[in-house]
């Protein structure tokens, strides 16, 4: 067996960021709350539970004691309005909305201001959508995964952070196509790790028998992933932990590549390259 490993795995900036924020003030032994899943990852968030860090889901779990605690903002963000009552209840907020998110809500924002009409290309129900959502102009802004034609001439076309770029640029013909726009501007929002990742995963599924995609099974980014490495492996596998792999089919020679998305801590990659190394001997 051969074990090829992508060069981009584990936490990204943004993840491992508000990770360590969060240990570091468990560390300083204050109590945490967190808004959210701060990443989707669900051993992640275990491990930040086990710590001490409590999650709440919405604004109704807020504790009655929340004035004298430390809540921390997930990675994909908030709305506007979430974030005020936050900082009305808490004794202190720390935002860990990733910077990359923080841009996209900044530049729709802005163009809103010169009158652009944003089509955003992602997930209606994704956080980050949710949250960018209740930033921004709702009146000014259509959500879809799908080209629409719109009565709109001045237009601005934009992607969730985590959307596969192919998809995308596939999104843009199919508007421009059924769309007669005076202006259209085009930006290309997508976190370039993920752009990288997707590179990377879409040339180990060319060569390889076997792809493992591991990553939280609600994680936007990790099946993106899985979608790519599906088109050319038909042996291509979205595992969430080690476990999961003995209920795959794994042959002793086989090619097997494997790729994280970038809120997959790096133990699980070892734990999964652990109990490949087995069909070695």
């Given amino acids: 067996m051969e ?34 899943e701060l990443v989707h990852n669900k051993q992640v968030m275990n491990e930040l539970k086990e710590l001490g860090a409590t999650v709440i889901n919405n604004l109704e779990e807020i504790p009655e004691d ?18 005020e009552v936050l900082e009305n209840n808490f004794l202190e907020v720390v935002d860990m909305t990733c910077p990359i998110v923080e841009n996209l809500v900044k530049f729709v924002k802005q ?3 010169k009158n652009y009409y944003v089509v955003l290309y992602g997930k209606p129900d994704h956080p980050e959508v949710v949250g960018l959502r209740g930033n921004v102009e709702e009146e000014k802004l259509l959500i879809t ?3 629409l034609e ?14 596969a770029e192919s998809d995308f640029k596939e999104f843009i013909v199919g508007m421009i196509k059924c769309n007669s726009f005076s202006e259209v501007l085009i930006k290309k929002t997508i976190c370039s790790e993920t752009i990288i990742r997707e590179q990377e995963t879409f040339s180990l599924s060319k ?5 493992l995609v ?62 490949l190394e087995k069909f070695k001997s």
């Fill in 214 to 275: 591991i990553g939280g099974k609600h994680s936007s980014n990790t099946e993106k992933l899985y979608n790519i490495a599906k088109k050319n492996c038909k042996r291509t596998f979205h595992i969430e932990k080690v476990e999961e792999l003995e209920q795959i089919d794994i042959n002793s020679s086989d090619v097997v590549g494997i790729v994280t998305g970038s809120s997959t801590p790096e133990i699980e990659l070892e734990r999964v390259i652990n109990f």
């Fill in 145 to 147: 995964s799908s080209p």
């Fill in 111 to 113: 163009k809103q201001k």
């Fill in 150 to 163: 719109i009565k709109v001439k001045k237009t601005l076309i934009v992607s969730q952070t985590t959307m």
């Fill in 207 to 211: 060569k390889c028998d076997l792809i």
């Fill in 3 to 36: 074990i090829i490993v992508a060069k981009r795995t584990g936490f990204c900036f943004g993840v491992s960021r508000a990770i360590e924020e969060v240990k570091k003030v468990l560390d300083e032994k204050k109590e945490v709350y967190i808004y959210g």
């Fill in 66 to 83: 929340s004035n004298s605690k430390i809540v921390v903002i997930r990675a994909h963000g908030v709305t506007k309005k979430e974030k």
